[in-house]
């Protein structure tokens, strides 16, 4: 994925997608400033930069290679009407970036440990989606996303003390974990979205699912049994999202942030999105 003229600041590069103006950069600079990073121009790259790639939104498989990147790659859209980066956006990459919460505030949190936990979480965030008067189509996504990212946390996070996955091959056949297992998903509606978060405490997450999700983004969905399962179901959350910020401690927290919109929109997979990963 070729890029255009950049702006550096502090370790973060800024770089525009070729399919947007050179003139984005410089646009896209005092939006990101009110996100807390201050831009400036650089005439090279900084030691080790932490790349944020500036795109249209629409998600390709050359995406999948920026990802691949040490460290990987943020891509956030340009979606708003001036054709910038959204204000919520960039608030939220200030705070992944610099270790701060991810939700906005009065989120409903619960703890998961079994199958009937994620059921009922999943039916009260569908129920808080119609309260705030989403859609039927939102409330059915928000409920899909709420099972995936729980699956994926609860049942592909845990390692035992030789890194070895607890029930990441025999999904079909838990239906509870350990106490010390459980993980913690938080939803909370604002300004016309369903913010949903995870949290494991394993921290074993990292880029390469999102990548080869991202692979064959487009086409029919090739499973990698071998990771544990969990490729179409970070399938599913990226096209049910808007945004997907992950924040990554090694070894000690894995935090998967969902962005869902309430609106009536069908094709969730052709809107514009945001993939923003923090490997800490």
Same mark, same amino acid.
């Given at each position: 994925?070729? *890029? ?11 770089? !525009? ?16 400033? @009110? ?9 090279? %790259? ?13 998600? *390709?498989? !050359? ?5 691949? $990147? ?10 708003? %009407?001036? +054709? ?37 979480? +999943?039916?009260?965030?569908? @129920? ?43 999904? %079909? ?14 939803? #909370?509606?604002?300004? &016309? ?9 394993? $921290? +074993? ?9 991202? $692979?064959?983004?487009?086409?029919? #969905? @090739? #499973?990698?049994?071998? &990771? $544990?399962? !969990?490729?179409? &179901? ?8 808007? #945004? ?18 309430? &609106? ?6 052709? @809107? ?9």
């Amino acid at each position: 994925m070729s *890029t255009a003229p950049h702006l550096e600041a502090g370790g973060l590069l800024l770089i !525009a997608d070729e399919t947007l103006s050179p003139a984005l950069v410089e646009q896209a600079a005092p939006v990101l400033a @009110q996100g807390g990073m201050a831009l400036c121009q650089g005439p090279g %790259s900084p030691s080790g930069p932490r790349r944020l790639v500036l795109f249209d939104g629409k998600l *390709t498989p !050359a995406h999948a290679e920026a990802l691949r $990147g040490e460290p990987p790659a943020l891509l956030l859209a340009t979606r708003a %009407s001036d +054709g910038r980066p959204s204000a919520w956006e960039v608030r939220l990459l200030g705070d992944l970036l610099r270790g701060a919460p991810l939700l906005p505030a009065g989120a409903s949190r619960h703890r998961l440990q079994s199958v009937a936990d994620i059921n009922a979480t +999943g039916e009260a965030a569908a @129920q808080a989606v119609t309260q705030a008067r989403g859609s039927r189509t939102a409330a059915a996504l928000v409920g899909d996303v709420v099972h995936e990212l729980a699956a994926n946390a609860m049942w592909d996070a845990p390692v035992d003390a030789q890194g070895q996955h607890r029930y990441a091959h025999r999904r %079909s056949e838990v239906r509870e974990v350990a106490p010390e297992d459980a993980c913690e998903l938080s939803f #909370v509606v604002e300004e &016309g979205r369903m913010w949903l978060e995870v949290v494991d405490r394993f $921290g +074993g997450l990292r880029p390469g699912p999102f990548a080869r999700a991202l $692979g064959g983004w487009g086409g029919r #969905v @090739q #499973v990698d049994a071998s &990771g $544990g399962g !969990a490729g179409l &179901g970070l399938r599913r959350i990226l096209e049910h999202s808007d #945004v997907v910020a992950v924040r990554v401690a090694a070894g000690r927290e894995s935090r998967v942030l969902c962005v869902v919109d309430l &609106g009536e929109a069908r094709r969730r997979a052709t @809107q514009p999105k945001s993939l923003l990963f923090c490997l800490q």
